[in-house]
């Protein structure tokens, strides 16, 4: 392996699967972490896998159909992921309207019991099942293969004029089969129409292969099965800047230069197996950047810092000068404190793995020029994420509001639960408040009548706080009602929780 500090500059992938039960991958640029990927054992993605389904529900009033695909929870499939091919009454659809994916009446496509090939583009989330398409996409390492759509072009995110026209040119020197639509990935750049249509060749044979699994196999059944954290990994990220991908893992690190063989032989010596004894994200500088992750606050280098909030509903950024209060120009300060937060922001959005509604609260700024250029900022610095996004303008209460498509839980809720204590609120009942109620409930109790004795068992500090604050009122109680209460300490039990039992 190439020397450590090296390994701190330029742009590196770092895999860690020492442990069979998680594997982690962090892209660096110049050392700072970019980017994140976890994957567990224990909780296995299903996205981008294919499956043939049936139809066990259809639901008008929404618009969708829940699909039986094997998994835990059926699937949602709305009508608007649903191809043309499927409508009932055959009637002819333009690929304008195909690609408008107009407003559609879900019974005119399936029917209950009815067979369709989805493909998950959304993990489930809490409660809710994984979201279904059947407008499919099969990724190669220079292509993405689209069945059954008719249209081929180059990615959005390739932005050179001169590569994009010549990689138009080489699409129409490619002939796919007639059905067919493709797209060339950003990795595609720079690579000859040979390479190309090497890399269609093997999509086209793994689409056979669906195909004959979905006319042999009954549903439910997974007909395809996207490729492990790993190799996607690889495949989806190992462009030309990154200089090197280093892996702690022999099985791992072999099964990575088998794949580079594969699709591209020549890029081989950029792996590296990693044989120190020290782990990997320590000895690069990772772990500490991990775990910083998982904070709510992140600090910033002018002195200013965000505040990241996840909440059912939104995630709430709030961005604070902290430090950053030059005297002079309170206007120049929010502005620069603002143009660096976005940056950051953009950052934390994809460590995190953040989606849905975002709002961040900026700092207040009057000079509308200034509003536009934060606006931009963001938005040229959210341009290399994956994810689709809708940005709106700062509004009068220095709000920018903003979505970004959520595939799966964030890195937060996969990794961690809701502590026990507070429910995941963030704050407990103080121990005084706790105990006040307790005595309220067990007033209520000896007042009905409804036992010979009490018994409550509490938290000990709760139990002590009654014992000492409020021992004169609880033998004033038994007193009054000549029934004895008996005031336990559990150390197991949270400042919230407590039982009053009414023994007879």
Known sequence: MSDLEAAKTGKRIFINADDAEEVRIGITCDGVLDEVYIERTSATTHLGNIYKGVVTNVEPSIGAAFVDFGGERNGFLHASDILPIYRQNNTEVSDERIQ?????????????????????????????????????????????LMPSLS????????ENREERQRLKRVLEEIDPPPGMGYIIRTAGIGRSKTELEKDLLYLLKLWNTIVKRVRNDRAPSLVYQESDLVVRTIRDTFTPDVDEVI??????????????RAVMAEQEGRISLYEDGRPLFHAVGLEEQIERIYSRKVNMKSGGSLVIDQTEALVAIDVNSGKNREEGDLEETAFRTNLEAVEEIARQLRLRDLGGVIINDLIDMQDESHKRQVETQLRDALGEHKERMKLAKISPFGMLEMTRQRVRPSLQRSNAVPCPHCKGSGFVRTVDSVGLKILREVTEVLFRNKARRVRVRANVRVADFLRRNKGAKMKQLEEEYEKPVLVVGDHELGTEDYE???LK
Do not use: C
């Open 100 to 144: 408008q994916r107009e407003k559609r009446n879900i019974q005119e496509y399936v029917m209950k019991g009815q067979h369709v090939l989805v493909q998950i583009t959304k993990d489930g989330i809490g409660k809710k099942g994984p979201t279904l398409t059947t407008y499919l996409s099969i990724p190669g390492r220079y292509l993405v």
């Open 247 to 260: 892996i702690d893992n022999e099985a791992v690190y072999r099964k990575a230069v088998d794949f580079l």
């Open 500 to 502: 009053v039992q009414r």
């Open 151 to 158: 249209r081929s072009g180059v990615s959005k995110k390739i």
